[in-house]
């Protein structure tokens, strides 16, 4: 079907390269709008996508991408399931799978301060593209920890993280190029802004779960993405913005690749401890919540529980919580009671 839809659109479209993305991205918000597997909702949303898309382009051309991903977002929230797809109302798995790190060895603390060290000498001895390059590795380092700290402890996939990066370094830019806002100021302001998108963004994604929330969370961030592309005058379009003068932490001027390479390295330090820390603390309960979910869910599915399922086995004081002829009725018709008594003589 594939091959044959471009076998129809080769003499129509032509050919060049990159028409991939062009087709697959409003491909997979027609399936998600109609409903997956519904190959009437996949016309029904091509007609529908395609009717914004050509509306959008005629009366507001600066506005056509943004109609379509928030029509997508409209959808999903009404009907996560899309116009014409099932709605599955089956048990879901925990949102999050709760890892033990190792303890701390001699070996590891030695190889830690050892890249600590490399990591404190390591400016001085390069040029400055080198330790620019490094700087930058700092900082997208912190987004995919941010990303890691996501999916590892809560399970939610996101398609959408990127937008909150966006708000922030377009926070900073903005209020320090067009307002002459402190740099400290720029900080905090960047922060609260990308940490009050992710509230508002988090209040509507978190309804829904599965391929539906990782397409709503991309709807979102191609609606940021929209809004910096198209306010032109704020954000220089796909132009960007030209910061003319760096600011200055601490007395250090950011225009000296030095002292942009230790803000990057503090930074970083910063959010790995910090991550560290917080999980350290909170594993715990982390652990009992995604144990908590897990167990009712197999409750409610009667999946055996045991060494050898993936249902983890009640604790001793969990088994006990259940009074006497209280085990839930799914679970106890769907396994019989085991005799403790002495098996009888078999002849």
């Known amino acids: 079907m594939a091959a044959l839809g471009g076998v129809a659109a080769g ?8 028409m991939d993305t062009e087709i697959l991205i409003p491909a997979f918000i027609v399936i998600v709008i109609g409903g997956m597997g519904s190959l009437r909702g996949a016309f029904i949303g091509s007609l529908l996508i395609g009717e914004v898309d050509t509306f959008g382009k005629a009366y507001f051309p600066s506005l056509a991408l943004f109609l379509i991903y928030l029509v997508m977002a409209v959808v999903l929230l009404v009907r996560p399931q899309g116009l014409f797809g099932i709605k599955y109302t089956g048990v879901s798995a925990a949102p999050a799978v ?8 001699t070996q590891t603390r030695a190889v830690g301060l050892l890249a600590i060290l490399a990591m404190l000498v390591y400016p ?32 939610l996939m996101s398609l959408g993280h990127a937008a909150f990066f966006g708000l922030g370094a377009y926070a900073v830019a903005i209020l320090g190029t067009l307002f002459g806002v402190n740099a400290w100021l720029g900080l905090a302001a960047g922060v609260a802004i990308a940490a009050a998108g992710a509230a508002l963004i988090g209040f509507f994604c978190v309804r829904t779960s599965g391929i539906p ?6 709807a979102f961030s191609q609606l ?3 809004v910096a592309l198209k306010w032109r005058d704020v954000t220089g379009g796909s132009d960007g913005m030209a910061i003319a003068e760096k ?5 250090f001027e950011l225009s000296d690749s030095l002292a942009m390479y230790f803000m990057a390295l503090v930074f970083f330090a910063a959010v790995v401890l910090g991550a560290a820390a917080r999980c350290s603390t909170r594993r715990s309960g982390t652990s009992s ?10 409750w409610r599915s009667a999946i055996p529980r045991g060494p050898t399922s993936s249902c983890p086995s009640p604790s001793p004081a969990r088994s006990r919580a259940w009074p006497a002829g209280s085990m839930p009725s799914s679970t106890a018709s769907s396994r019989p009671m085991r005799s403790t008594g002495p098996r009888p003589a078999t002849s």
């Open 289 to 298: 919540s995604a144990f908590a979910r897990t167990s009712r869910a197999c």
């Open 224 to 226: 940021v993405f929209s």
């Open 98 to 105: 709760t890892t033990v790190s190792a303890p701390a060895t």
């Open 213 to 218: 929330f990782l397409m709503l969370t991309l």
């Open 124 to 155: 001085f001895l390069v040029a400055d593209y080198p330790r620019a390059l490094l700087a930058e590795i700092y900082i997208f380092a912190i987004f995919a920890m941010s990303l890691d700290l996501l999916l590892g402890f809560t399970g």
């Open 11 to 18: 003499p129509v479209l032509g050919l060049y390269p990159g």
């Open 247 to 251: 600011p200055a932490l601490f007395g």
